[in-house]
Nanobody
Framework: QVQLVESGGGLAQAGGSLRLSCAAS????????MGWYRQAPGKQRELVAT???????DYADSVKGRFTISRDNAKNTVYLQMNSLKPEDTAVYYC???????????????WGQGTQVTVSS
């Protein structure tokens, strides 16, 4: 079965950095797109960044220039490097398996357990 396990969350100060990892199993990782979502308290889950099977990345406007998504197909792992963190980045971050159709990311209903990121001002 599909398993996605996130790690790397924690507490950071504003302006700091964190790197999230998501290890995938039960899938042919190299042929799937992957995404990172986040959900802050009282808010809907939002798409943060995606990477296609071919390595093309896309970002929400709120994180462009600060976050970088990457993948290591040899390790079945997708990463989210988060720099210049802001208090509004505080959320639970979730890894997702998906696909891309005509350049758009389509989320599949496979999620990790989430990892908490808290940014203090």
């Amino acid at each position: 079965q599909v398993q996605l396990v996130e790690s790397g969350g924690g507490l950071a100060q504003a302006g700091g950095s964190l790197r999230l990892s998501c290890a995938a199993s039960g899938i042919t990782f190299r042929v799937v797109a992957m995404g990172w979502y986040r959900q802050a308290p009282g808010k809907q889950r939002e798409l943060v960044a995606t990477v296609s099977a071919g390595g093309s990345a896309d970002y929400a406007d709120s994180v462009k220039g600060r976050f970088t998504i990457s993948r290591d197909n040899a390790k079945n792992t997708v990463y989210l490097q988060m720099n210049s963190l802001k208090p509004e980045d505080t959320a639970v971050y979730y890894c997702n398996k998906g696909s891309t159709i005509s350049g758009s990311y389509i989320s599949h209903n496979y999620w990790g357990q989430g990892t908490q990121v808290t940014v203090s001002s």
